[in-house]
């Protein structure tokens, strides 16, 4: 993978391949991890799954006093964790703090603080079966798999290991090839705690290596990552039947209302579509602006991208916005930028690489864009912020609707009432009114996309419900009699008095409805 090489160093049989990081900022090798077997891969599930056997079997209560170590760790620690994701990624250190170790903490703290709540188990009142007994009890489910991406390459996995732990799994992780140093950061901060250390395996390496964890036996993946590489590991999930969720890519649109705060909604755009150069999920990844603020809106929107200091964040100058983590990137963002010029976009900030030493692209915004041009329609995970005139709302709910992605949206309007309204209309497991990117750090609500970002979600108590198995225990609320009237010998007696009740109960105006049971 580009500057991330995974060499083969063949200096005999007992020395494993090795995977090599290198910071995007300067290109410089800053580490290297071991690269998993086959049979590596195998064993840590093995482990893990011994050590979920009794880490499953302790009350909630105690799993989250434990997990709270590794929390305090994590603060404890905090500055070297930033400075690993800060060099490898090439971002600036104020977003490893604000947007990986502090969202990672909360959620952490969160979970800890309401997980014996959210996972009590639950009585349901039965609607038939009135003389039953039915709750419902969360458990662990043995091994979950975690594949990890490298934009975000401690808060993302972490929030899925955490996850799991909680509901009394065990996980066997595979970080991203680019980015292994920050997550074998928080392994060594999470061994340092005294927590078995098996409960939670690192496994690095590249696609070999999340698809035999696949079909290494775990019971449930959390996968993060691109579209076509989604497709595949779902693929994979199902030829071995293990259920997964999946967190995909984004094409989150921003409307700008006729109404909008111009001023509040550029520098939305700016944060939204620059921050972490862009390599976010949930970036601002198209503009609708009305007709009536559009022009000042991408005025505005160039003079506040000039102004982003742009560097190396190790370098010594605070920077806003640092390198591209993945090269590839680059390439990516230069072929929508030549496709949109040449179909009428105008560049109105930015639009190249810059010369080396490492990785760099400049904020970039274009406009006079339109569904013509790849960028307005598919994913560019860079620094470029796309701009569309638009003469209506209709036409920006169409448009904003007009995509195979479905992850984040964003409404920018003077009037809630009327953001909500549009927030209704967007195809979008997120919609935003006003605000850039934040929902993602409120661990208390649900996370995830629609249509191809993918299923499931993650964050929020169903998730942590979601990532247990939901045990159905059934039992009789009466003496249980000899026999059952349902079970053999049938007779023709009892199927008329089935009958009888069927009509009697569910017939409108029938007896359930009487009692005021039943619609
Ligand atoms: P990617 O799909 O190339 O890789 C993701 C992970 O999958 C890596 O760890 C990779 O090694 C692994 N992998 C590759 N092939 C595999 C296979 N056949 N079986 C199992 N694992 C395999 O994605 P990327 O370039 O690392 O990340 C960028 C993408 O991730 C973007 O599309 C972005 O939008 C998306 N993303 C989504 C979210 C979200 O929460 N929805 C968050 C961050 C990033």
Same mark, same amino acid.
């Given at each position: 993978m580009s500057m991330h090489v995974e060499t =083969?160093?063949?200096?005999?049989? =007992?020395k494993p391949r090795m995977l090599e990081s290198f910071a995007p900022a300067t290109g410089e090798k800053i580490g290297e991890v071991p690269v998993a077997s086959r049979d590596d891969v195998k064993s840590a599930i093995a482990r893990a799954r011994k050590a979920q056997a009794a880490w499953g079997l302790l009350p909630v209560e105690e799993r989250c006093a434990r997990l709270l170590r590794f929390r305090d760790a994590i603060v404890d620690r905090a500055e070297e964790i930033i400075d690993v994701v800060s060099r490898e990624c090439g971002k600036p250190k104020h977003d490893a703090l604000s947007h990986e170790v502090m969202i990672l903490t909360d959620l952490l703290t969160y979970y800890c603080k309401n997980a014996p709540k959210i996972l009590e188990p639950r009585e349901l009142a039965l609607h038939l079966l009135k003389h039953k007994r039915s709750v419902i009890h969360y458990v662990p489910r043995g091994v979950v798999g975690v594949i990890g991406t490298w934009n975000f390459p401690f808060v993302i996995p972490l929030a899925d290991v955490v996850t799991a732990l909680v509901t009394g799994s065990a996980v066997v992780l595979k970080p991203s090839e680019v980015t292994p140093l920050s997550m074998q950061k928080a392994k060594d901060i999470f061994d340092a705690t005294g927590l078995p250390q098996d409960l939670f395996v690192v496994v690095h390496g590249g696609g070999d290596v999340g698809q035999a964890m696949i079909e290494g036996g775990i019971q449930k993946l959390c996968f993060t990552g691109g579209v076509e590489t989604g497709k595949k590991v779902a693929a994979a999930c199902g030829a071995n039947l293990v259920p997964c969720v999946m967190e995909l890519g984004g094409k989150a649109p921003l409307i700008a209302c006729a109404d909008c705060d111009v001023e509040r909604t550029a520098r939305a755009v700016v944060f939204g579509g620059f921050v972490n150069s862009g390599q976010v &999920?949930?970036?601002?990844?198209r503009v609708y602006a009305h007709a009536s603020i559009h022009d000042r809106l991408v005025d505005r929107v160039g003079e506040l991208t000039r102004e982003i200091r742009q560097g190396d964040p190790q370098g010594g100058d605070v920077v806003d916005v640092g390198a591209i983590i993945y090269a590839k990137q680059i390439e990516v963002a230069e072929k929508h930028i030549a496709d949109a010029v040449a179909k009428g976009a105008q560049i109105v900030a930015g639009g190249k690489r810059r010369s080396g030493p490492g990785q760099f692209f400049e904020p970039t915004v274009l406009a006079k &864009?339109?569904?013509?041009?790849t960028v307005m329609k598919d994913e560019i995970f860079g620094p470029i912020v796309p701009i569309q005139k638009v003469s209506s709302e209709e036409e920006a709910v169409r448009l904003a609707n007009d995509s195979h992605l479905g992850l984040n949206a964003y409404v920018f309007t003077k009037d809630r009432v009327r953001g909500e309204r549009l927030a209704s209309r967007i195809e979008a497991g997120s919609v935003i009114v006003n605000d850039v990117l934040t929902n993602y750090a409120a661990a208390e609500a649900p996370f995830g996309g629609m249509k191809q970002s993918g299923f499931g979600r993650i964050h929020g108590d169903d998730a942590l419900r979601d990532m247990a198995e939901a045990r159905h225990v059934f039992t009789g609320r009466l003496p249980d009699p000899k026999s059952d009237p349902l079970w053999f010998p049938y007779s023709p007696k009892a199927f008329k008095w089935q009958l009888k009740l069927l009509k009697a109960m569910y017939r409108s105006g029938g007896l359930l409805k009487k009692l005021g049971r039943l619609l």
């Open positions: =083969a160093q063949k200096t005999g049989n =007992a &999920c949930i970036s601002v990844e &864009c339109d569904h013509t041009m």
